[in-house]
């Protein structure tokens, strides 16, 4: 991933973001991404504890992993979905291994509200984050 230019991704508001992913290279460079257009980055490598770390940040947005070992990303947004929060943050799926068309369905039935695959630019994901955080979240479901 490279870096997006600041001044295109500023955002309208900072977010508090998740970013959940067993492979830490992945985490380092999301989180400095997302730093780098002013949000609040929490990152967790072992999917074991995100809920716990959902708990404990709340984050408006979570991007998980769909494939880590000890819990998949689909349990998580499963769990996340049956959770008490008073604001359900905003599920974004990254994956490497699930890349037909028909995952993304699959994404959206385990809970996610959206879908982005590993290996390409991060601008599409960037655009998403500026757009969620110049308006209002999506109320919990």
């Known amino acids: 991933m490279q870096a997006h230019n600041k001044n295109a991704s500023a955002p309208g508001r ?3 973001i998740l970013v959940a992913d067993d492979d ?5 460079t999301l989180a400095a991404i997302l730093r780098d257009a ?6 967790c490598a072992d999917a074991r ?7 404990r940040y709340q984050p408006e947005v979570c991007i998980l992993d769909i494939v880590m070992p000890g819990k998949t990303g689909f349990s998580i947004a499963r769990e996340v979905n049956r ?3 008073g604001k359900r943050p905003v599920l974004i799926a990254m994956t490497g291994v699930f890349t037909r ?3 993304d369905i699959v994404a959206k039935s385990a809970g996610f509200d959206h879908f982005f695959r ?3 630019e991060p601008s599409a994901l960037l655009d998403l984050i500026s757009e969620l955080a110049g308006g209002e979240l999506p109320p919990a479901a």
């Open 49 to 55: 504890i995100v809920i716990e770390a959902i708990q």
């Open 14 to 16: 900072r977010l508090s």
């Open 38 to 43: 002013g949000h609040v980055v929490h990152t």
């Open 83 to 85: 959770m008490n929060l």
């Open 24 to 28: 830490v290279d992945t985490v380092v």
């Open 101 to 103: 068309p028909s995952d």
């Open 118 to 120: 590993k290996g390409g």
